[in-house]
């Protein structure tokens, strides 16, 4: 009997050694700092130590397709570097550059490998928590560092006046925000006082980060649930027509009284200075674009270019920024997440992966079965990443590849087949 209980006791403290070990992990996806000149998260260390750990509990899956993708883009990305853009663009890069972002490409996967290999829904449930928890803790700080004007740490927390938590970027932070409101606005075992109060701390929050990605990502976001939301309820005529009514008398509002409009934009600008980059999207949206420090339109146009100039091969990793240096005078990366890609690995490559992205959240919205609390969690999560990948590169984004690791899992196997594993 006291063999037993020993036993028990031993394997109860190995699975809460990996449940720290898991949670420290999703708790830091909310921190990023630039570090010898690479994004680096202490995430990193708490990824492979969760490896190691699955691995020492036979627990270890590697799903064939992805892994075997991973390998043919490992070499071609390699052999691409270091032997066609030399001969294609006459531009040598060093080493250390390409040895650098391969690395950043084999912890996505890493990371993908743990969340597939995270078969335990009370663990998946924790990470989710955790992760928006923590996500939603870091923005009621900047909150309050902003109405109380508080100093202390404005380096490590701020860009400017603009809030970016414990990321290097704001627009990064605000995506994150974004990304933990979905598990607030989705989970339903917390009282609706609690889900409005984080909902709108939440938004706060993004508004604080000065992000215009940021708001066009939420208000995406928004739309989606909109839409969502009418096809689920079987919604009659009446109450249809009636809602595009009031939609449409919004609009007007909008456009008719812009005086008001202008007003409350500058009130919120006064109380969170960050806001009037947010304000001036709203109020000029294609210089906001061009203009402000932006600059994307310049960015996106080089990544076109560069496409064009080499399709099927792309240029490999390492070398983007620069090659744009060399033939257009300009070293920023695409931000965009889909032309990085598809200037990065050639188009059908980058085609394949976004095919299998959309293919999951396809399966999850259409196949009841699958149309879980949880899975439409982290559905949503991939939805509002893959909305915030049109104006920022969030190709190297570490809890994209973790949740969507988490939902290939289930989509494959499902719930049964993951208790029985």
Request: hydrophobic letters at 50%; proline letters at 2%.
């Amino acid at each position: 009997m006291n063999n037993s209980l020993n036993v028990r006791s031993t394997i109860d403290q190995k699975n809460n050694f990996f449940t720290i070990i898991i949670i420290t992990m999703v708790i830091f996806l909310n921190q990023s700092n630039i570090i010898f000149g690479t994004n680096i998260s202490f995430a990193d260390f708490f990824c492979i130590i969760a490896l190691l750990a699955l691995a020492y509990k036979n627990r270890l899956l590697f799903p064939i397709a992805p892994t075997v993708f991973f390998l043919f883009l490992s070499a071609f990305l390699l052999i691409c570097s270091v032997f066609y853009v030399p001969i294609k663009f006459s531009y040598y890069t060093e080493p250390f550059n390409v040895m650098v972002n391969y690395m950043k490409l084999m912890m996505t996967f890493l990371y993908f490998i743990v969340g597939y290999s995270l078969i335990s829904e009370s663990l998946i449930t924790k990470s989710l928590k955790w992760y928006s928890n923590f996500s939603l803790i870091i923005g009621v700080v900047g909150i309050v560092f902003i109405i109380f004007k508080i100093n202390i740490f404005s380096e490590m927390l701020f860009f400017g006046n603009r809030f970016k938590g414990l990321m290097n970027d704001p627009n990064y932070f605000s995506i994150i925000q974004i990304s933990s409101l979905v598990y607030f606005s989705r989970i339903k075992n917390i009282k609706v006082i609690n889900r409005r109060l984080a909902v709108s701390l939440s938004v706060i929050s993004i508004l604080a980060s000065g992000s215009k990605t940021g708001l066009i990502t939420l208000l995406g976001y928004i739309i989606f649930r909109v839409v969502e939301s009418i096809f689920k309820s079987k919604m009659k005529l009446k109450s249809l027509i009636i809602n595009i009514l009031v939609i449409i008398i919004i609009i007007f509002i909008v456009f008719n009284f812009s005086s008001l409009l202008q007003n409350l934009l500058e009130s919120a600008s006064s109380i969170i200075p960050a806001f009037s980059r947010v304000e001036f999207l709203l109020t000029d949206f294609n210089s906001a674009v061009t203009e402000s420090g932006s600059g994307r339109d310049t960015a996106w146009k080089v990544a076109i270019e560069i496409i064009k100039l080499s399709p099927l091969m792309g240029v490999g990793i390492g070398t983007y920024s620069g090659i744009a240096e060399k033939l257009f005078g300009t070293n920023v990366i695409a931000h965009n997440t889909y032309l990085q890609l598809f200037s990065e690995w050639g188009i059908l490559l980058s085609t394949i992966l976004f095919l299998y992205i959309f293919y999951i959240i396809g399966k999850v919205t259409f196949n009841k079965k699958m149309n879980t609390e949880i899975n439409c969690i982290l559905r949503d999560i991939l939805f509002v990443f893959l909305i915030g990948s049109l104006a920022i590169s969030l190709n190297n984004a570490r809890m994209v590849w973790f949740f969507l690791g988490i939902i290939a899992f289930s989509i494959k196997y499902g719930k049964k087949k993951g208790e029985n594993n």
